[in-house]
């Protein structure tokens, strides 16, 4: 059954520094989604992706935040400046058809420590 | 802002024993609904969904959720745990194709 892969699984960085979350969506989808769990938290929605553009975001995605699909198959997080409060697991998700009764296919999540 | 509501931070069954896990909505017209489980060091795995139509919706691994519009509620179920079942169970509502998640439940299964 194919399946959303991250990597990787964890990372640990320093405030400031700038990280690269990756994903590989499955394969026939068309619409990608970053989500991110602080620890204790709601998981929450960070943005959606389609066709190279942003479809959404929300408030937490500012412009220290960029996507991009830099080949057919990864999809990828950047944080450009990390900051302590950026610390949770970031989940990548993947769907078919972009909708709002659709199934978004979550992978294990990558998680991130800012010291 | 909208949000779900689900009011069980943390439950413990016996295994064997049946299990309900709440999840309530504020939305005034019928959303689309989700119920996603995560163990421990994995991804969210998708249990059951519902958009219209029965308003008793079964999933994987034996459970089934039910729509309640009179109650905004569309809880989820279990007639017998198995230890297998521990981890957290998370409600979330479709919104124009981003989801917004409860606050999940942590289920504790007890031999």
């Known amino acids: 059954e194919p399946e959303v892969t991250q990597t990787p699984s964890h990372q640990v960085t320093q405030m400031g520094q700038e990280v690269i979350l990756r994903c590989v969506p499955i394969?026939?989808?068309?619409?990608f989604y970053w989500y991110r769990q602080i620890l204790g938290q709601k998981v929450e929605f960070l943005v959606s992706f389609y066709n190279n553009e942003i479809s959404e975001k929300s408030e937490i995605f500012d412009d220290q935040f960029s996507v991009e699909r830099p080949d057919g198959s990864n999809f990828t997080l950047k944080i450009r400046s990390t900051k302590l409060e950026d610390s949770a697991m970031y989940f990548c998700?993947?769907?078919?058809?972009?909708?709002?009764?659709?199934?978004?296919?979550f992978g294990p999540g990558t998680r991130l420590l800012v010291l | 802002a909208q949000s779900v509501t689900q009011p069980d931070i943390h439950i413990t069954v016996s295994e064997g024993a049946s299990l309900e896990l709440r999840c309530n909505y504020p939305y005034g017209a019928t959303p689309y609904l989700f119920w996603y489980v995560q163990s421990p060091g994995q991804g969210l795995q998708l249990l059951l969904k519902y958009f219209s139509g029965d308003t008793l919706v079964q999933g994987i691994k034996g459970f089934e959720a039910e729509f309640k519009r009179s109650q905004s509620s569309f809880n989820l179920r279990k007639p017998s745990v198995h230890w297998s079942d521990a981890a957290e169970y998370f409600c979330?509502?479709?919104?124009?194709?981003?989801?917004?998640f409860g606050s999940g439940t942590q289920l504790t299964v007890l031999p």
């Open positions: 979330a509502v479709g919104l124009r194709g981003q989801l917004t």
């Open positions: 394969s026939n989808h068309l619409y």
């Open positions: 998700a993947s769907g078919s058809a972009g909708t709002a009764q659709e199934t978004q296919y």
